[in-house]
């Protein structure tokens, strides 16, 4: 059963893009090793929006999750996707039970904290690996859009602080 989790950062003020989508303003803090190598490494599937899904084709570059299964959760079709990427059409319940059923590697919900939420609200999230950037961009989209996500108690299973200000706090849901 593989492990579904989220893996995300945020600024100090909660959002994970600027008020144009972007998310440049991550750039300075490129150089921090936070184990992403390690973390890519277990995941052998990754999930995203359409939303996420058409930022991340734009990135220079080149598709960065080559080797992975994608999955995109859209209603519309993906023209050019990458080699092993599909549309996902048949809902999230759906997506959460064939996610749980497969073997090789956890899942990864790739940013958008609309399709995050979902899983919170189906209780799918086993765990959420959050990271504090120290900016404040005064608007832009939400780690989770308000009245998306249900309330709920975390349990926190370690901090880490990094020189430059960055905070990575580990929870679990489950």
Known sequence: MSTICGFIAASLDSYIADRNGGIGWLTPFDD???????????????VMGRGTFDAVAGFEGGWPYAGKRG????S?????????????????????????????????????????????????????????IPVLLGSGVPLFPPEATPSRRLALEGTESYANGMVRLRYALS
């Open 76 to 132: 519309t079709p993906l023209p050019d996707a990458p080699p092993g990427v599909e549309a996902w059409h048949a809902g999230v319940p759906a997506l959460i039970a064939h996610l749980r059923a497969q073997d090789g590697g956890n899942a990864w919900v790739v940013g958008g904290g609309g399709l995050q939420a979902a899983f919170i609200a189906a209780d799918a999230l086993d765990r959420l690996d959050l990271f504090v």
């Open 71 to 74: 999955i995109v959760v859209t």
């Open 32 to 46: 921090v090793d936070y184990d992403y190598a390690g973390f890519i490494a277990g995941i052998g599937t990754v």
